[in-house]
């Protein structure tokens, strides 16, 4: 009976144990969010006025003048007096010329929608077919004999950097960690950096490994031309390079485990048209906090799904940038780094690929990497890695057209590559649940059909988490994270596509410097200040994503009105995750 009372008050202590962890929680949030709205951060919210936004804004004023002006006319029923007559004129308005052009939009956006739901289920049967039929990039039999010294090929490592305060010391030590013959090695340190600090901080950890014998040097560019193409063009113009048949490039927060060019520079020997091998990114801090769990689930299907399958089918995708090899030769051949995008490791991709060479991608070859951890990051380096490919398509697609490629490889290149991945998907997941799906609740007669808003959207998300499984209870977070995101993509997509406003702006992701699965324990005392200081600033507000919760959170209770299930709890929610992240309350911070 003790026992029993025993555990009863244990029980009991853990329910109210919970509710006031709940309660305190919830205050939190609240007083986050009064922060948010009456004291909001002026240097990191500040946005400029684009077009997308007073569109956007337009779009949310009429939504709210018809919701008031139809709730209006019908609290007056007198058929003949000027409201009522003002409302019929609308109605007629309304089906004759608007209604026919939502629908057409949106039937549209409709078959752009299943067109790219088509090709991620194709790309998810190529990756099952590879998975049962168990094909694996192999290493040829005559491949570097990795024990015999003498056999092994001269590799150059780059690590380009740009005040990389968190992290420089990390990359530095994982290359110079390599198993590979030191008289065989060369590791370029390209550091770009304009802080006089940072540049101390960076050679004094490239002095101390050249002390223990690391074939190491420092290389440091007063003017930060061409961005992260500019540092590589500029490290590859020195005469040594062309005594190194591979260059393997890691990003400041990558950190290669010491096998890694035993893993992939032996696929190189006798295979002279394969000119880079990619392999997949491992994340630190997938686990921090909701945004990188998102981020994991996305990035966890392009590299299991999107780029092994062209990799093994195509020969070709998209080179990421990090943790690859390239043979020199197809880098000279293909005309070396070019500074004309933000891309720079799809453009090379392209270029090397209209030249004839192949790419494979080792996708059980993994490096660790870093996420970003606050949407301010997150959202900048989306609107590079979605404004860069508008730029390239529109300076390659001649080459494309005139290439000797096979008709196929154009297809592929110009329509999935290009504009099914790169144009359409961003055009259709902003315009069709951001913009139509609201409006036509306040245009009945153009109502989108259940499958589109529901059935395919959930079907496809599930799709997407197949290769990250642990993932699967954020599957309905992921699906409003990313049509909430794809106001970014869109405007970012429409920036690169006809050069506006700052498409070339490249700015530096924020890292943490995280070296393993756990956080950082042991930090400086500067560095716990430095963070302490920065979780204390508020994330700044973010206009388009605030507007767009106003828009879908009165089409949802116009929904509810009209008594529209799925399409009310779609919007609600929709709104309320636009809501969320326009108050910067998403990521670290």
């Not at 709730?71 to 019929?88: M, R, S």
């Not at 790309?123 to 192999?138: D, E, T």
């Not at 110079?176 to 901080?201: F, G, N």
């Not at 096979?406 to 997941?429: A, E, G, Q, T």
Request: glycine share 4%.
């Amino acid at each position: 009976m003790k026992q029993y009372v025993w555990v009863i008050l244990l029980k009991t202590w853990k329910v109210f144990s919970f509710i006031s962890l709940t309660i305190l929680a919830f205050r939190s949030f609240l007083k986050n969010v009064k922060k948010q709205i009456f004291f909001p951060s002026k240097k990191e919210g500040s946005e400029r006025r684009g077009k997308l936004l007073i569109f956007i804004r337009a779009v949310a004023l009429f939504s709210f003048l018809v919701y008031i002006f139809e709730a209006l006319t019908h609290l007056n029923a007198d058929v003949f007096d000027l409201p009522h007559k003002a409302y019929q004129a609308w109605l007629y308005f309304r089906v004759d010329y608007l209604a026919p052009l939502v629908i057409v939009l949106s039937r549209f956006c409709t078959v752009l929608f299943i067109i790219q739901s088509l090709d991620r289920f194709v790309l998810c049967l190529g990756c099952l077919w590879i998975k049962y039929k168990k094909l694996k990039p192999s290493i040829n039999d005559l491949a570097y004999d990795t024990e015999d010294p003498a056999n092994f090929p001269m590799v150059l490592v780059q690590i380009p950097m740009c005040n990389e305060r968190e992290v420089y010391a990390l990359s530095i030590s994982s290359a110079c960690k390599l198993d590979w013959p030191r008289e065989c090695l060369l590791i370029q340190v390209l550091d770009d950096s304009d802080e006089e600090r940072i540049q101390l901080l960076v050679q004094r950890e490239v002095s101390m490994w050249r002390q223990k014998g690391v074939n190491i040097i420092y290389k440091h560019r007063y003017h930060r031309t061409g961005y992260k193409a500019g540092n590589l063009n500029s490290a590859m113009s020195y005469d040594y390079v062309k005594n190194y048949k591979f260059v393997a490039i890691f990003d400041a927060d990558f950190q290669p485990n010491p096998d890694f060019l035993k893993l992939t520079v032996p696929h190189f020997k006798g295979n002279p048209e394969l000119g880079l091998v990619q392999v997949r990114w491992s994340f630190v801090n997938k686990d921090e906090n909701l945004l990188t769990r998102l981020q994991n689930i996305n990035l966890s299907f392009h590299f299991e799904v999107e780029q092994q399958v062209n990799g093994v089918f195509f020969n070709f995708f998209g080179f990421n940038g990090t943790a690859g090899v390239w043979r020199t030769k197809a880098l000279e051949d293909s005309g070396g780094w070019l500074e004309r995008t933000t891309v720079e490791d799809m453009d090379i991709a392209v270029r090397a690929h209209l030249k004839g060479w192949k790419f494979i991608f080792l996708n059980h070859v993994k490096v660790l990497c870093e996420l970003p951890e606050s949407y301010e990051t997150y959202k900048r380096q989306q609107y590079r890695w979605h404004s860069g490919p508008m730029q390239l398509f529109r300076l390659c697609l001649p080459n494309i057209i005139t290439s000797k490629i096979s008709i196929w490889k154009k297809f592929n290149l110009i329509f999935l590559f290009f504009l099914l991945r790169k144009l359409i998907l961003p055009f259709y997941s902003f315009t069709l649940f951001c913009i139509i799906l609201p409006l036509t609740m306040f245009i009945p007669e153009a109502e989108l059909p259940v499958y589109v808003i529901c059935y395919i959207p959930v079907f496809m998300s599930l799709l997407n988490i197949l290769p990250s499984p642990k993932s699967f209870p954020f599957i309905i977070p992921y699906l409003l994270f990313e049509n909430t995101i794809s106001v970014t993509k869109f405007s970012a997509m429409l920036s690169g596509l006809f050069h506006f406003g700052n498409a070339y702006e490249w700015v530096v992701t924020k890292k943490s410097g995280r070296t393993s699965e756990f956080l950082n324990m042991f930090e400086e005392n500067t560095d716990n200040e430095k963070t302490m200081k920065m979780k204390k600033k508020l994330n700044g507000i973010h206009k388009k994503e605030l507007a767009l919760a106003l828009l879908l959170l009165a089409a949802s209770a116009r929904s509810l009105l009209l008594a529209h299930g799925v399409h009310f709890y779609f919007l609600l929610f929709q709104g309320l995750s636009f809501f969320v992240v326009g108050l910067g309350l998403i990521g670290e911070h």
